[in-house]
């Protein structure tokens, strides 16, 4: 039986497209690569700027940002938009994701860009924003992986890159209806940050025994039988396994029995089906610990460790500091 290319392209998530017709053999297939990658979502050009543009280019972020630190630009849409604005003001005229990394690249490289007299100012504006963790992490992380996957990007390059950043909220939420893509934009940023693992805190996760923490975990049993409200309201780590073998989710939560919910009762799971692979309640298995630490050793070093060494499916992957 032949393959379906059609129902395949759909499963990725791909759509039709009318395309000049091609010939058989290497040099149609060439053309048919070329005519199929034309219609890929590309980022946005990237234009040089001169030490000139970049001084005008924190001026015009200074006149504007009213203390909000420059993160703001990577999840607040209106803001990022005043910023745009103001840059080309000053006489910046750049794709707004080449306007944003600079600007972060000024603010990382404080030094540097002093002894050339361009300066940011410390932030002052205090604002929390309402965390839509841990009800919805699963679905942020998922979508992130996603465009990892499909798309060969970072976290970054997501939230930078209008483009990118289109497709993962569109994707996130079918999975979290009802959140703005503010939210789910500093959701992504927030995955981000709590994937990454510290130089100080390197020795001691290099030491974890993943081995010594998976038999505490207790299990709950498939998703087709498991009982909410028998698991604790409190913060620590959930597994999701398929079959008990495969890993596909590890994520450390200020709330279990909120983020069992989502995961078994939500509709994130389904949205990830695909023809390759379908989401069965009765092979998938929920584990966890409840608790802020084990072992006198804090649960999101834990969380880290396993997932850099179980390399869960839906997990965004660990990086460590240079």
């Known amino acids: 039986m032949p393959l379906n290319y059609y129902a395949i392209g759909k499963a990725l998530g791909g759509a039709m497209v009318p395309g000049q017709r091609v010939r058989f053999g290497n ?124 798309y060969n990007v970072s976290i970054d390059d997501i939230l930078i890159d209008p483009n990118f950043s289109r497709l993962y909220v569109n994707f996130a939420s079918q999975m979290a209806p009802g959140l703005t893509a503010n939210d ?14 510290r130089r100080e805190d390197k020795t001691l996760f290099d030491h974890l025994d993943p081995q010594k923490i998976e038999p505490k975990l207790s299990c709950y049993g498939a998703f087709s039988q498991l009982r909410i409200d028998d698991v604790p309201s409190s913060e620590g780590i959930i597994e999701v396994r398929e079959e008990s073998t495969r890993f596909l989710y590890i994520t450390r939560t200020n709330d279990l029995r909120c983020a069992a919910r989502e995961l078994v009762h939500g509709p994130a799971l389904s949205v990830m089906s695909n023809h390759f692979w379908k989401p069965d309640r009765d092979s998938l298995v929920m584990s966890a610990i ?16 396993l ?13 460590t500091a240079a």
């Open 290 to 305: 409840a608790g802020k630490d084990y072992d006198n050793i804090s649960l999101r070093q834990w969380q880290l460790k």
């Open 27 to 150: 040099f149609g297939r060439v053309r048919l690569e070329g005519e199929s990658r034309r219609h890929y979502p590309q980022p946005e050009p990237k234009v040089e700027l001169t030490l000139d543009n970049e001084r005008d280019l924190a001026a015009a972020f200074e006149e504007m940002r009213n203390g909000h630190a420059t993160d703001r630009l990577l999840w607040d849409g209106d803001f990022a938009k005043r910023f745009y604005e103001a840059a080309r003001a000053h006489g910046v005229h750049a794709p707004a994701s080449t306007l944003t990394r600079r600007l972060i690249n000024i603010r990382k490289n404080p030094t540097r860009y002093a002894k050339q007299g361009i300066i940011l100012s410390s932030s002052t504006a205090n604002e929390p924003q309402p965390s839509i963790i841990p009800r919805f992490a699963h679905a942020v992380e998922f979508a992130l992986v996603r465009m990892r996957v499909r």
């Open 184 to 197: 789910l934009r500093l959701g992504a940023l927030y995955i981000r940050k709590s994937r990454f693992l």
């Open 307 to 319: 997932i850099a060494a179980h390399e869960p499916v839906f997990n965004w992957p660990i990086k």
